[in-house]
């Protein structure tokens, strides 16, 4: 969560820098439109990274809520059906987890 905040944060800073820039650069009269041109690349891109955080958030939600009814149902499940559970991961799993190319390693001495 710190993380997002922080990407927030200079964001925004980026973009106050770059308005106080812009506007250094458009007392120039030349280099006017030059400014205008940029500032609205900037504040497409803004919008863009914006969205992109959003739909991140959205995506991470998600994955709470996942997460929770995964962690509830294991919680307040009963011990059979837990029991059950983990029996069929491991079955679902055997290849990966014991048929390995290291079966002398995993072998008693």
């Not at 905040?5 to 800073?13: C, F, G, R, S, T």
Request: aromatic share 10%; charged share 30%; hydrophobic share 40%.
């Amino acid at each position: 969560m710190k993380f997002k905040h922080i990407i927030a944060i200079i964001l925004l800073l980026s973009l106050i820098g770059n308005g106080i820039m812009a506007f250094y650069l458009t007392k120039r009269p030349i280099e006017k439109e030059i400014v205008k041109t940029q500032l609205d690349t900037l504040y497409l891109k803004r919008d863009s990274v914006l969205i992109k955080v959003n739909q991140s958030k959205t995506v991470i939600k998600a994955i709470e809520k996942q997460y929770e009814e995964d962690y509830n149902c294991l919680i307040n499940g009963s011990v059979d059906s837990n029991y059950l559970f983990f029996i069929n991961y491991l079955e679902s799993q055997r290849e990966r987890l014991f048929d390995s190319n290291n079966r002398d390693s995993v072998k008693a001495d």
